[in-house]
């Protein structure tokens, strides 16, 4: 039986430089992170083998520290590289990631960037 485990990391809230205006370059700037990452889940994975699943703490630890230690003109940018840090894992068959940027316009909650990946069909990277 084919079963399709989804992953999904829910309101993450960092704090990095993002931006291009000198006072964006300055000041670090909140961002909330959701990503939803899917992959095939084994059998051995759903009778409780550790080994057999995805590892979502070691992706959000990475991308935690690739976010709060880097500085990124562009929230293309920012979203392409934590995309890329969740579809790292082979088994990986979809991801996507959108990131808010708070209080980016002066009427707006937020701006935000959405970015997805798609294995080819019937294979993992």
């Not at 300055?26 to 084994?42: F, G, R, T």
């Not at 995309?83 to 990631?97: F, M």
């Amino acid at each position: 039986m084919n079963h399709n485990a989804i992953v999904t990391i829910t309101n993450l809230r960092l704090r990095t430089y993002i931006g291009f205006n000198e006072e964006e370059k300055s000041k670090q700037q909140d961002i909330v992170i959701n990503a939803e990452i899917h992959y095939p889940a084994s059998n051995l994975c759903l009778e409780d083998n550790v080994d057999s699943a995805l590892n979502y703490k070691t992706i959000c630890k990475n991308i935690i520290s690739h976010v709060e230690n880097g500085q990124f003109l562009l929230l293309e940018r920012l979203t392409s590289d934590v995309l890329g840090i969740c579809i790292d894992h082979p088994w990986v068959t979809y991801a996507q990631v959108k990131i808010d940027k708070p209080h980016a316009l002066r009427f707006a909650d937020s701006v935000s960037l959405t970015l997805s990946y798609k294995a080819p069909l019937g294979e993992q990277k």
